[in-house]
């Protein structure tokens, strides 16, 4: 029996995508769900991926055709979920040596996409969907926030990271020797002034 919801399910199959690449998508996001494996969990988010691709940006969708779009994004991130539920601690355990490195969660989240790709979306991904509007994203931080959200639901590892959050950043670490000399530190990096001199 599928374990999706009949109302996604159907939603789904009537976006007016391609019939079998659609039911494929079905099958495969059950089995991922099935199996927990990452392997799997890849071949469902490519699957869901390659159905949303067909679709128009989000606003421009019809009411049929967004609500199966939203429908597909809800079936790979609950596929997700479930996954980092058994796998986002040890994931964080390996990215971080069990405990020996700290590292800051964009950090993690960057080094953990090019360890588990498709599953956690890459720096590029996510910089070519910000500069989509609000309103044409299909939601691809919400992998990283289910996975950072297990890591710290759990006790070790999330203490953990939230150490690591308070220590120092390499940037501040590096204007130290001149705000003790000089009483001054310039905070703001240089890209983000040029970009705030090009908005203006």
């Keep these: 029996m599928l374990s999706i919801p009949r109302e996604q399910h159907s939603q789904v199959l009537a976006a007016a995508l391609p019939r079998a690449e659609t039911e494929a998508f079905l099958i495969t996001r059950n089995h991922a769900v099935a199996t927990l494996a990452a392997a799997d969990l890849r071949a469902a988010?490519?699957?869901?991926?390659?159905?949303?691709?067909?679709?128009p940006l989000r606003s421009q969708r019809t009411p049929v055709q967004k609500a199966g779009g939203?429908?597909?994004v809800h079936l790979t991130a609950d596929a997700v979920w479930r996954f980092f539920r058994r796998h986002a601690?040890?994931?964080y355990r390996d990215l971080t040596q069990e405990g020996a490195r700290s590292m800051r969660v964009d950090a993690i989240l960057w080094e953990a996409a090019a360890h588990w790709p498709d599953i956690l979306p890459t720096q590029a991904e996510i910089t070519?969907?910000?500069d989509r509007m609000q309103a044409d994203k299909d939601g691809l931080e919400i992998?990283?926030?289910l996975f950072v959200s297990q890591i710290l639901a759990d006790p070790q590892?999330?203490?953990?990271?939230?150490?690591?959050?308070?220590r120092p950043r390499a940037e501040s670490l590096e204007l130290l020797p001149q705000f003790i000399a000089t009483g001054r530190a310039d905070l703001v990096p240089r890209a983000s002034r040029c970009r705030a001199a090009r908005a203006t």
Excluded: T
């Excluded at 988010?45 to 679709?55: F, K, Q, T, V």
């Design 45 to 55: 988010i490519r699957s869901g991926r390659a159905l949303l691709a067909r679709l």
């Design 89 to 91: 601690v040890p994931m």
């Design 143 to 145: 992998h990283q926030g």
């Design 70 to 72: 939203e429908a597909i």
């Design 157 to 166: 590892a999330g203490h953990h990271l939230i150490r690591s959050m308070l």
């Design 128 to 130: 070519a969907e910000g």
